[in-house]
C-alpha cells in the first residue's frame, strides 16, 4: 500500500515547472477566439429574428406586427 506522499511528485506541477510550460500569448489568443467566436453564434442565432422585426418596425410604411409575422 503506497502512501500518499509516494504519488506526491505525479502531478502536473511538479518540482521541475518550466517557465517554458506556461501558456503562451497564442495559445491564450485562440482559446479567447474560440470563446468569443461561440458567445458570436449564441447571440448570432437568438439575435436574428428579433432584429429583422425591429428593422422591419422602423421603416417607412409602418406595419403591424402581425403584417410583419404573416408570411404573405
Known amino acids: ?4 506522499g509516494a504519488q506526491k511528485g505525479k502531478g502536473k506541477a511538479g518540482k521541475g515547472f518550466k517557465a ?34 425591429v428593422i ?3 421603416s417607412e410604411p409602418k406595419p403591424h406586427l402581425s403584417q410583419l409575422l404573416s408570411p404573405v
Open 56 to 58: 422591419g418596425m422602423n
Open 20 to 53: 517554458a510550460e506556461e501558456p503562451s500569448v497564442a495559445k491564450s489568443m485562440k482559446v479567447w477566439s474560440t470563446w468569443a467566436m461561440k458567445k458570436a453564434k449564441i447571440v448570432a442565432h437568438y439575435g436574428f429574428i428579433p432584429l429583422i422585426i
Open 1 to 4: 500500500m503506497a502512501s500518499k
